[in-house]
């Protein structure tokens, strides 16, 4: 069989746009999709890298360009059961999409307060953007990697004007199903939630207290029940309610609403009979308990897609959107009049 003299090593843009009598920019744009280029053109390019069995060097591509096709991805060293179940589902989707995109995730762990792992990652120049799967009120890794000037997206809220954000609309879907309950008669309701340092919580309450404010209502006193990080502290929380006569339960995540079911049950209390209860976020755990559970529901594979997406439209030059805040669905169920 004969052969045509070139290999895989010998053959490069250069001499692609030799053979194709085309320039080696016309050759670099059919290759990375971007820019003007003819379907014919690109067609003629890709029949001649496949003639040559020819592929470009990812490696070589990133150092010509200054980028090392990585994404940090940074999660909490410590999370809870509910945080984990959340973040399986995000981070999936985004990992998958940023393959998609030609990029590899390295993911580093932080206890949010200190910044160490992330500034070895930054400085060392082994990514081209962040992923921070987590925020604070006062977030000293978004602080970090603004001082660096390092592009990142944040799954959350952040002060800087300018940071990317992909996020969940956690104060209006806290706030409609305050309202649901509150239609449906009850009056006391307690919030049971995590550390209120953490942005989701914050937003939490500020639609729990604006579904009282647009009932005509004031909140109740005694009834919001934060920084709760263990099942202990959950159970414990829920009996002072109960015992300061509530006679509605909102829960931050859906292990603490299929708790706060089987234990309202157990203490023979009738859901929703005497108390109604509801989770901030949805899941199939919610739809099986007895009674099931009314819930927000989010779509967080597509919080994860978007939060790689806009990351790395940002790192093309693209112009994306600062802030990109998901909606959300009520769904009814048993544990609601």
Known sequence: ??????????????????????????????????????????????????????????????????????????????????????????????????????????????????????????????????????????????????????????????????????????MNGTREIARTLLERGARRIALLCGPLSRTANSARLKGYRQAYHEFGLAAPEGLLFAELETSAQRLDALRRATAAGADGVLCSDDETAALAVRTLCLAQIPVPGRVQVASLCDSEILQHTAPPVTAVRYDLARLGRQAARQLMDALAGQEVPTRVELGFTIELRGSTR
């Open 1 to 170: 069989m004969e052969q045509d003299g070139r290999d895989s090593q010998s053959v490069n843009i250069a001499s692609i746009a030799r053979e194709l009598g085309i320039s080696k920019t016309t050759v670099s744009r059919a290759i990375s999709g971007k820019g003007r280029v003819s379907p014919q053109t690109r067609a003629r390019v890709r029949d001649c890298m496949q003639r040559h069995h020819y592929s470009p060097n990812p490696a070589a591509k990133g150092l010509a360009q200054h980028k090392t096709y990585n994404l940090g991805l940074v999660i909490p060293r410590q999370m809870t059961s509910p945080e984990r179940a959340f973040l399986r589902k995000s981070l999936n989707a985004l990992y998958d999409m940023a393959v998609e995109g030609n990029y590899d995730v390295i993911l580093t762990v932080s206890d949010w307060q200190d910044t160490t792992e992330l500034e070895r990652l930054v400085d060392s120049r082994k990514v081209d953007g962040v992923i921070l799967s987590r925020t604070l009120e006062q977030d000293p890794l978004a602080a970090l990697l603004r001082a660096r000037q390092m592009p990142f997206v944040a799954i959350g809220r952040t002060p800087g004007p300018w940071d990317l954000q992909a996020d969940l609309d956690h």
